[in-house]
């Protein structure tokens, strides 16, 4: 195809010029008019456009115009309407073309010689090569002109193709070599860009060594091998990566490249001569593999920990319930009154061991969801510590000679975090102290240190190997297998007390005792003026189990409970009856009913009741009685649940199931304040 349409076309241009200087200076030895026809003949049937035009020149003998003289056949097929131009000047029959046409004129008289030059004509979208030559002595100038819109169509052609070409190993990252097996050297097709503005290709011949340099020597010389094998026809195509250390302007980087390599030609004997391949710079998939491969061991972990999880949750379930169950059976058919009592703290306190699983589980879920739920909002840090203190002196065995105290870092401290996250750290950090000491004293404060504050929970129990204080706070780790516990608490510890920003750690000495300490930030130019000496407050011995007084009925205060559960309000009522005189509602249209009848003292309030839920009740119970308290008594435990519990009006929160003297703790404060209030 570029021979007919390139090589040809320039071939006849050329045997045209010498067919006419051969036919001219052969007319010299004929006669005139004889020279004029045989040359007309010639000019006729070659494939060109043929001018002979008069140059017009101004006083200073630059030619401003031309006049045709002389045309051949061929130039009337690309004239419209096929008229004659002789006789007419260029500036009024071709103007398009006149300043082309002028200045090679002007060119060729200066030199002397033949002069080349391009044109394109717009009108048939034509590109012509064009010779101008002056004939001698003589004041008139020929043109030849051939056809090359084929020559430039395909050199355009290949320039978008090299364009192509440029974007595509630009965008790839790809460098197209080919190695000479005799001589070991490789040829590679790059970007050249120390060239020219404009991206252009170069080929690169390089032994090796050079092509490789910057790869380390051993997988040069792997590469080497492969390359081998493939010459010797071991193996078919080569496909191996590398790595090297590359500064791309931000600093020294790992780059990975993939060299793939096949054979290429080969002699008459069907020996190799070249092989044909290609350097592609691949870092960012081999990242994407490394996170793909990273993903897939995690998930293989993942789904081995989910298994050792359920096996693990499926003991540590079991083996509170079947002292639940047992004893359950025990208790009904108990003799005397010390198996009934022993069998109903063992109940209990594998119940609370039960129940503190199942909320570690749930947490240990959200932390691994991301959606553990944090509300922060400011709280008296001293009175958080006083209130915990007290509710976990209730967990102290009366029989083991164990005090605790609380130390307080300064008279006024606030934080803004979710307070009942900092409640549950410091209750894990206590009830694991509480497990561990049989003697001594449990200790709970905290200082402040520089913008920190400082919470610790010293012991002095049996304390921890120092080789294991690392292992503590990871998950389901238990140092003492025959302890109850999940080993859940500490990871949750650890995971809460990063949310806030700070750390968790712990010391210990084996046979004395170990202090856990937490820190959290504070800001103290934010905060109240404080005092350096720490509030300490003198130790306490275990609260002894409450006697029950008989009350008279009616001397007892009035409590009004709302609760669907028929066994949830039996419960409320063996707790609370012999102390106060209880009116139950199935739900909480019946309770704005009841408290109008019975005029009661205080609400408990069950969240999920039929015909209208607790919400709606207490705002009803609100509206008629402002300052009677509303205790919500409810399955939803989340700190979301409630936040928005207590933004509803209600005056105080507990979780089921229901902590014995907690309730009756928390009753008797709302009790107390609305007293206050009337």
Not at 57 to 75: P, S
Not at 104 to 130: H, P
Not at 301 to 319: D, V, Y
Not at 617 to 635: E, G
């Amino acid at each position: 195809m570029i021979f007919y349409n390139v090589i040809l076309p320039i071939a006849l241009a050329l045997a045209c010029i010498l067919i006419y200087h051969f036919a001219f200076r052969h007319a010299k030895k004929v006669e005139k008019t004889d020279e004029n026809k045989g040359v007309d003949d010639i000019i006729d049937s070659l494939p060109i456009l043929y001018y002979l035009e008069e140059m017009v020149c101004d006083n200073n003998g630059t030619v401003v115009d031309l006049k045709v003289c002389k045309i051949n056949k061929r130039c009337l097929d690309f004239i419209p309407g096929r008229v004659s131009p002789v006789g007419k000047y260029s500036s009024d029959f071709f103007p398009g073309g006149q300043s082309a046409f002028i200045g090679a004129a002007n060119s060729a008289k200066q030199l002397g010689n033949l002069v080349n030059f391009q044109y394109f004509e717009k009108d048939t979208n034509i590109f012509y090569d064009c010779v101008a030559k002056i004939r001698p002595n003589t004041n008139l100038v020929e043109y030849f002109l051939i056809d090359s819109s084929n020559l430039y169509k395909t050199q355009d052609a290949l320039r978008g193709l090299r364009r192509q070409m440029e974007q595509a190993l630009e965008i790839s990252h790809i460098t197209p070599i080919k190695i000479y097996v005799d001589t070991q050297l490789i040829t590679r097709l790059e970007l050249d860009r120390e060239g020219a503005s404009d991206q252009a290709l170069k080929y690169v011949t390089t032994d090796g060594d050079e092509t490789f340099a910057k790869f380390p020597q051993e997988s040069r010389d792997e590469l080497r091998h492969l390359l081998d094998d493939l010459i010797n026809g071991s193996i078919e195509r080569v496909k191996y990566d590398m790595e090297c250390s590359e500064d791309r302007g931000n600093g020294k980087q790992t780059e990975w490249y993939e060299v793939r390599v096949v054979p290429g030609e080969r002699d008459a004997n069907g020996r190799l001569k070249t092989l044909e391949g290609s350097i592609q710079l691949v870092t960012k998939r081999k990242q994407m593999e490394k996170v793909l491969t990273d993903a897939k061991k995690k998930a293989e972990e993942l789904n081995s920990l989910k298994s050792a999880f359920l096996a693990n949750m499926s003991h540590e379930i079991r083996t509170p319930l079947n002292a639940i169950v047992g004893f359950s059976e025990l208790l009904c058919g108990a003799d005397t009154k010390e198996e009934q009592e022993e069998y109903s703290r063992i109940i209990q306190s594998n119940s609370g061991q039960l129940l503190q699983l199942i909320n570690d589980i749930l947490d240990i879920s959200k932390i691994e969801a991301g959606n553990m739920e944090y509300i922060d909002k400011d709280f008296d840090v001293n009175a958080l510590m006083k209130e915990t203190e007290e509710s976990l002196r209730l967990r102290l065995d009366p029989d083991k000679p164990v005090t605790m105290r609380c130390e307080l870092g300064l008279p006024k401290c606030t934080l803004n975090l979710d307070r009942n996250r900092m409640v549950q750290v410091i209750t894990n950090l206590v009830t694991n102290a509480i497990k561990y000491t049989d003697s001594g004293s449990i200790t709970m404060g905290y200082k402040q240190k520089g913008n920190m504050l400082e919470f610790y929970v010293k012991d002095t129990g049996s304390g921890i190997d120092p080789n294991h204080l690392e292992d503590i706070f990871g998950r389901f780790v238990k140092l003492n297998a025959f302890m109850k516990g999940n080993g859940l608490g500490l990871s949750i510890c650890k995971s809460i007390v990063t949310k806030f920003g700070g750390k968790i750690w712990a010391e210990s000495e084996l046979g004395k005792g170990s202090t856990f300490f937490f820190t959290i930030p504070y800001d103290s130019t934010a905060k109240e003026k404080e005092d350096s000496e720490p509030v300490v407050e003198e130790p306490k011995q275990p609260i002894q189990p409450m006697s029950h007084k008989v009350i008279a009925e009616d001397q007892k205060v009035r409590i009004l409970v709302a609760e669907d559960n028929e066994s949830n309000f039996k419960l409320v009522s063996a707790i609370l009856s012999r102390e106060y005189n209880l009116f139950h509602a199935w739900n909480g249209k019946e309770a704005v009913e009841a408290f109008d009848t019975f005029k009661p003292k205080l609400v408990i309030m069950d969240i999920n009741m039929p015909v209208m839920d607790g919400y709606e009740a207490s705002a009803i119970i609100k509206k008629k009685s402002p300052n009677t308290p509303i205790l919500a008594l409810t399955a939803y435990a989340t700190s979301a649940d409630e936040e928005k519990i207590l933004a509803s009006g209600m005056d105080a929160y507990m979780a089921k199931p229901v902590c014995m003297p907690q309730l009756r703790m928390r009753l008797k404060d709302l009790l107390k304040k609305s007293e206050g209030n009337n």
